[in-house]
């Protein structure tokens, strides 16, 4: 099992401060030489106080505090350049709801150290799945994958996925692309670009779980967002180069 050495964990948080201690205490002792930075949005529940009381804080675990709400993208952004200045040799990025099960954290891991640029953590390839999910939201779920896809021309179950795993040098490359999207839109327009870039991707079985405390940050901004976006993909698309 990877012990998470030369990885760095980035986890967005806005009013989490419920889920925050599960999600440490499984993923913390799962990787113990990985570094797990939290960018926070001015949450007022608490979070960040909390951080700071953990024994790790300081030494694992650290805490980047944001001035205001200003979204999903900005904050993995901002978290995956700090990991990147910190020399991690891979990024993961994950939710702070246990959607994401801190178990299949070390798969994503693997995966990238064996070679692939992105390992995404797919709910929708053999071995994935959802658990606690409306049939209408799966129904739009795998209607903006197979949007997504043929739009793209990409070949993946789950684009949209958020549960990712970056090797350095890929997302370094990624990240000098400008993306205009938050939410699912960004997650696409990051893949796209590791993609055209002639990146490895990898899909990775992960079994999904609707959040268990708290509100889901899903909006029809960042659908309609997504769905205006993802077209303009394909104006810029070229086929990757072999690898």
Known sequence: MHSGKGVVIVVPTYQEAANLPILLDQLLPAL??????????????????????HPLFGER????ERSGKSGLASALCDGFRIALAEGA???????????????????LIEAAADGADL??????????GIRHWSPW???????????????TG?????????FRAFRAPALAR?????????????????????????????????????RREGQSKLSSAIVYEAILRVPLLCWHRHPPRER
Not at 32 to 53: C, F, H, M, N, Y
Not at 97 to 105: C, E, I, T
Not at 145 to 150: D, I, K, P, S, T
Not at 192 to 210: A, D, L, M, N, S
């Open 32 to 53: 113990p030489e990985a570094r797990l930075w939290i960018v926070d949005d001015a949450s007022g529940d608490g979070t960040p106080e909390q951080l700071k009381q």
């Open 61 to 64: 675990l650290f805490l980047l």
């Open 89 to 107: 040799e891979i990024i993961v990025q994950m939710d702070a709801d246990l959607s994401h099960d801190p178990a299949d954290v070390v798969r």
């Open 119 to 128: 390992a995404i953590g797919s709910r929708y390839c053999v071995g994935g």
């Open 137 to 151: 939201r799966r129904l739009l779920s795998r209607a903006a994958a197979a949007y997504v896809r043929g739009w």
């Open 154 to 162: 990409m070949n993946l179950s789950d684009p949209t996925a958020g």
């Open 174 to 210: 990624a990240l000098e692309s400008p993306t205009a999207c938050d939410g699912y839109g960004f997650q696409v327009e990051m893949a796209h670009t590791v993609w055209k870039q002639g990146g490895v991707i990898r899909e990775v079985p992960v079994v999904f779980t609707e």
